[in-house]
C-alpha cells in the first residue's frame, strides 16, 4: 500500500519560517508529478505549488517568491520552503502525488495533511 505522509507543520509568527516535507512509502516504482495543496476552513482547497518528475516546479501567484517546491527523487520526498509567512497562510496543507506502483498501475495519491498556523 503506497502512502504520503506531511510533516513540519506548526504554530509559527507572520514573517517566519517553516518547512514542509512529505514522504513517499510503500510498494512504489516511480513518483510522477507532485504538488502541495492547502485549505483553510470555510474555503475551498488550492493548488499551492507543484513540480514534475523532471523538475519543473510552479508556485499559486499568491505565494510566488515565498514558497519553493523541491524534490529528493531518491527518498521519495518532496519539500515546500515557506517563507515570510502570513496570516492567510494558515490552512491545513496536503501532499499530492502520481505514483506508478508496483505492478505498473498509475495512481493518484492524497496525505491526510499537516496544520500551518500563522499568528500576527
Known amino acids: 500500500q503506497v502512502q504520503l505522509v506531511e510533516s513540519g507543520g506548526g504554530l509559527v509568527q507572520a514573517g517566519g519560517s517553516l518547512r514542509l516535507s512529505c514522504a513517499s512509502s510503500?510498494?512504489?516504482?516511480?513518483?510522477?508529478?507532485m504538488g502541495w495543496y492547502r485549505q483553510a476552513p470555510g474555503k475551498q482547497r488550492e493548488l499551492v505549488a507543484s513540480?514534475?518528475?523532471?523538475?519543473?516546479?510552479t508556485e499559486a501567484d499568491s505565494v510566488k517568491g515565498r514558497f519553493t517546491i523541491s524534490r529528493d527523487n531518491a527518498k521519495n520526498t518532496v519539500y515546500l520552503q515557506m517563507d515570510s509567512l502570513k496570516s492567510e497562510d494558515t490552512a491545513l496543507y496536503y501532499c499530492?502525488?502520481?505514483?506508478?506502483?508496483?505492478?505498473?498501475?498509475?495512481?493518484?495519491?492524497w496525505g491526510r495533511g499537516t496544520q500551518v498556523t500563522v499568528s500576527s
Open positions: 499530492r502525488a502520481q505514483i506508478l506502483s508496483v505492478g505498473a498501475v498509475w495512481s493518484t495519491y
Open positions: 510503500g510498494s512504489l516504482f516511480r513518483i510522477n508529478d
Open positions: 513540480i514534475t518528475s523532471g523538475g519543473s516546479a
